[in-house]
């Protein structure tokens, strides 16, 4: 943490700072530059609140040095993280996962029907929704349990593992029943009884970039559940809300190699979701994967004109399997 | 809802479409331009999915005519909603009601001394947090249900109602309480457990509108609670996001007449939270007040330096007597 | 300038680089904390490039101490400048100047009936485009010399200047010649060549915030024409793109007491821009008066139905009258 | 363009307003919702203005059924517009074009150097900054002519077109003397004077989005250069200013194919500047050609460290060797 003083401060007066900013067990340093003078502080430097320091008229500003997160720090292991579920490596080097299912489950045979085929298209994970957050609360709201059920049924039917969301604590352990990987939407990404919740168990969690979290804020979201003990997170970038809206929202791809700068978690991309057009769809895939993202997350309908949610960002099963052959001749070379 | 189809479409085509569409039980009418032909939708719009037409591929946009909300809607009530609690109300003409208080509840006499404190300057309402969201998990949490308790001897001692945040379904019952009107914070505002949770009581609530939440998005959380029965709903205005970051966020003053345009609802305005910053809060405040805002919610500590949170936007006594007192002439005019 | 250097960096790795910094004539101050190593710059930091530091890999990120506006910075000039425009003076104590006009010059007739109206209500100044920027090519362009005319006689005949769009250095001259205050639009205002040219008069600059400039870009545009010799900058808010979309655009209004503590220029506000509504300008006249704005800039039109620009967010003569009181009365007060 | 009414009109008073506005030539037709009534506008709805309509009080909306933009839309022109210059073709199906070279010339030497080796590597293009836009006006604003006389040098010598930046018109006459292909900085996108002097000349243009322009604000900017009879403009992402700032801007791949849906101009895409880091330049090069970008722009240096400009986000002479090898096996299987 570096301290900045006004200009024209007395030095007096800055020293008197140090002083009483050292009562609280750090140690500080001057730096008297020709118009400015910072001080540094050395130790631990949580003790001292930024608040404690700015009620001091003579601060100009403060300046981080050091990132608000440790255990999801590229610093506090070197070395990538690799969740493994029921055999699917996620964040292993040189492997794309696709998640691949409807927005949300709408019956047995729809579920059943969507996962044989994104299975034999290549799919490795099965997503769908049976708790739906919706804008409205007039739109459907999920099949809930029931369609947990369908999940898994047919989860185990095709052997992939599952991934569905979780909106509320209460809900906790029947999700946890059935899903392999419990998702926690964007719109919950600040949900914090939501995140210890899930950072109590020991359940792979999806994380979804919030709309208009900053990546320090995504990775302070995975922070609250490692620092519950669960490791086993998967960050997910779904596109940040901007001033433009041709697209629902502005897919930041660049977070991928940021993120592989800052942490060690393995991170996906959910282009459906972004763009909200199914015709975005596999020219943003094909981008993510050259860009090095360790999975896609994309929605797959067997008739996305009379899906119940979302259909407009649905692949029908002939692009979806035009998606992977595109993705996987890239993959390839990566 | 209007359907725009793509030029150069076959007519015999568009009026196919038009009659899918009448299946599903609305009446259509083409509207057929030099260039372009659109479909006016007649009747219950909300029976055809926006996927559904999407879906064709002759179809170039969809035009929304009717606003999502109803409850909430200015054209389902004229009048102004008051909510009053304990003799004070919120939303009637010429009245700027004012909640104070502290950003977190930290001991028993922190929190009767600031009551007093702003009661005595005309404070309305006292608020304060025991259960706080924090963007670290290292950070300080809240005392929870003690801090409930030492905010309800304040409140009682001084005659004040008291408003302080929920973050879970989980801790409903016991801020319910203590609480006399219950806060839905910015980063929960699409949490829709949450907001179906507080819809199902009668308490009022003070619905924050989240950071990136357009102000459609912001009346259709306040949707969600009055859906659930629950009319008592206060709108709050605490910034958006964007990308200015010499203050916190921006405030969005505009939503004040833009709501009572859209709405019956009363809006009150968080200068404090807004900018992060206390030498901010009194000219925004009384911006507030000139704007026509039903009330405010102002960060008042009796010591900020040492504050367990948000010491740097929290006013001191005299800043908060200050304040009072400018917004008291604005009042006066309006 | 402080240079935040990677953990696990070689104390003698840290060393060399700050003497090879040294060598382009500033001196370094090491301070090695538990985590981090910084090294503080001392002297002219001008001399050294952000990108030369950044090109050592062990260097994390560089922190800005001092702003990098001098002219147009409070600390160059603690008292508020005053320009004075023929016995108006903007940016003085207790004055809330008010530009009005139409937003174009569509006839004599048309500006003298304008420029008499707002005079008789109270307006200082006239405004009026004669030079108009169209998003697209194929709408009104504006009547150019003719119309720079018409707003001088309006401008004579009632005894108030007159402030109007410069759009292009090739007509600095014209406009010169009649206009009292030159307008940089903020589609302009990183039109480096533009600002170069009005900073080498000594014509009193208007000159409005881009759509998505930050408070130090605006600054720095003023600073550009400060840095040419013309110090009579009036600085003028009139929204910035967010992702908001209800109204054009989003005020910023805390912008006026952030200017405030920055810089001693005078801030104004423009309302009738920023929402694009005319019932939205009077709402937010009063808060820009409350505020600490020095002035307001208006667009009235005598007949806004058929105005050939921006005919939604004029006012008609009636309500800029109560416009004209309202803020009157609060001026009264501040 | 569609009008929406407010509820609970009279349809009287709906009747009467139609019939006005069908004085300005128009023809109108009106569908009758249950809730709702809307008023469709048939003919050249260019006649009528969107204030004459909303001046009307029971106007609640107007809703826009066409592009603003003719002469860019695909619906104009089918088939994808290809930019030759001096052998080069920009747009050209499984063509990527990378135009590569310094931010700005400090040297002849320094650019023949530069030049030579990414045209070695494969470069097809040179870039190179002679009129440097800078935010602070007491940075380097570039070598001006004697810039353009070296950029030349270097061009003719590796045999390569050369692109460079025109500030302003009065420049107009020597950029065009020695440019092949005219670059628009993002912050002139909506300098209208300028767009029109390039729309007079028939060199190609290549456009930067501005930082905060939509998709359909960059099409109209495009728009100005053709409607003045230059057809030869390519369009160019380098980021747009979003709230998330560890880039330097959000680079929006998305725009792609979304411009490749709505015009037939080529597009290319410019990492350096969207990232300002030189280590995110090569994974946002590989999207860029996954997702189908007509070409890329490169900042590459032959010393970063000391370059007068950008040099954080310029690649070093191995790393633009690295780039090249990476996209060229990308091509192969786009």
Known sequence: MVIVIKSNTDIKRIEEIAKDIEKKGVKTKLTIGENKTIIGLIGDTKRVSKDYIMSNLEVEDILKVESPYKLVSRM????????????????AKDQVIVM????????REQIIDIAKEVKKQGANILRGGAFKPRTS???FQGLKEEGLKYLKEASNLTN???????????????????ADIIQIGARNMQNFALLKAVGKTNKPVLLKRGM?????????????IMSQGNENVILCERGIRTFETYLR??????VVPAIKELSHLPIIIDPSHA????????????????????????????DPKNALSDGAQSLKYKNFSNLMKSINKIKEII
Chains 1, 2, 3, 4 share one sequence.
């Not at 070197?78 to 055999?87: N, P, Q, T, V, W």
């Not at 691949?100 to 019956?107: K, L, M, N, R």
């Not at 992939?160 to 059935?178: C, W």
């Open 76 to 91: 506090m292991k070197e070395e990538d993280s690799i969740i493994e579920i029921k055999g699917v490596r996620i964040g």
């Open 100 to 107: 691949a299912g409807p927005c949300s489950v709408e019956s």
């Open 137 to 139: 609360p007039y739109s």
């Open 160 to 178: 992939m593992p599952m991934v569905t969301e979780l909106m509320s604590v209460d809900d906790l352990e029947v999700v946890s029943k059935y």
């Open 212 to 224: 208009s979290a900053t990546i320090e804020e995504f990775l302070m979201a995975a922070e609250y």
């Open 249 to 254: 929202n502005t897919l930041d791809l660049a």
């Open 275 to 302: 763009t909200g057009r199914w015709n975005m769809v596999e020219p943003l895939s094909k981008a993510a994967v050259a860009i090095g993202a360790d999975g896609l997350m994309i929605e797959v309908h067997n």
